[in-house]
């Protein structure tokens, strides 16, 4: 019985985040089976991936078992980050099977979205097997803190994913380093905090400052992208979508920002989707080559685009 209160509560703390992820989704809007199928099968891979890769560290480095101790703040910072490193690499390598390929990443705030719903399919698994070890009260705090926390790890990555696919000539592996590092510090900050066993008062309030503090940056993050969008209309405000002018920068109405600079290859115009990615289907299907990643059919009897979009 208790697994299915517990299984209730950590569903309904999982709508509640969905909603608030995807209201940030305004210009072409994800398909909601898609984004929880991306969502379930992103969580079971790196759950799984986090589940094999222990077996396999502890097995052939047994004496690392002694950091489980946090003797000292050394051990500490070791657990912390070594948890924030394989952790988000398991996620991020999830998100790249499942995004790379997904002919519904078509604008750059698609790669935040799925790869944030990765991040909370992650986390409601983690809350499952805590509260059974710890009792449903741990529940609340960690669906308001470590869940969003996993979120807003994940949004770093899923910057560097949209930054290679929309932005960047460097290799996939150029690319996402500089954002996964970041993810995985900041993730291992937040395990730090947690393995020192401070009292109460200290380890909530760092919890609560910095599950606000990435949830601040990534809720500007996914306003900029939506921002970013090939499918919003020039001069279209992506806050209260009033039409300005075609070379405004900024929103007459509510000030926001219309400027686009974010997209840096060229866009079909029809599928949001890069050029050279389109031309690359009919010669590899690796995602490992400067934004190759497959995202739907195009139609063989119809010529090449001929109107892009360069921002």
């Not at 569903?11 to 809007?29: G, N, P, Q």
């Not at 009792?135 to 290679?164: E, Y």
């Not at 920068?249 to 920002?257: V, W």
Request: hydrophobic share 45%.
């Amino acid at each position: 019985m208790n697994l299915v209160y517990i299984s209730i509560a950590v569903i309904l703390s999982t709508v509640y985040w969905l909603y608030f992820l995807l209201k940030y989704d305004k210009v072409e809007r994800e398909p909601i089976d898609t984004v929880v199928g991306i969502g379930f099968t992103g969580a079971i891979l790196s759950v799984g991936g986090v589940f094999i890769y222990g077996a396999i560290f502890y097995t052939v480095f047994p004496f690392a078992e002694i950091v489980n101790d946090h003797a000292s703040w050394f051990f500490c910072a070791f657990d912390g980050m070594h948890v924030g490193l394989y952790e988000e690499f398991m996620k991020m390598g999830a998100a790249l099977l499942l995004v790379m390929t997904l002919k519904q990443f078509n604008e750059p705030v698609d790669a935040i979205i799925y790869s944030m719903t990765i991040g909370m399919g992650f986390a409601a698994i983690e809350n499952v097997i805590y509260a059974m070890s710890n009792g449903f009260g741990i529940l609340f705090v960690r669906s308001m803190i470590s869940m969003p926390v996993h979120m807003g790890c994940a949004a770093v990555w899923g910057l560097g994913i949209a930054t290679f696919r929309y932005n960047s000539s460097k290799s996939l592996i150029k690319t996402l380093l500089p954002f996964y590092l970041v993810s995985a510090f900041l993730h291992g900050l937040f395990d730090f905090i947690h393995f020192m066993d401070l009292s109460v008062t200290p380890t909530l309030g760092f919890a609560i400052i910095f599950t606000i503090g990435i949830m601040a940056w990534s809720k500007r993050q996914l306003k900029y992208l939506v921002s970013q969008s090939p499918f919003l209309e020039k001069g279209k405000c992506p806050e209260c979508d009033t039409f300005n002018d075609e070379d405004a920068r900024f929103c007459l109405k509510c000030g926001a920002s219309l400027t686009r600079d974010f997209i840096q290859v060229e866009i079909d115009k029809e599928s949001g989707v890069p050029i050279d990615v389109q031309k690359a289907r009919a010669n590899t299907s690796s995602i490992f080559t400067p934004r190759i990643s497959p995202s739907g059919q195009q139609n063989q009897n119809s010529p090449e685009p001929e109107e892009t979009i360069q921002d």
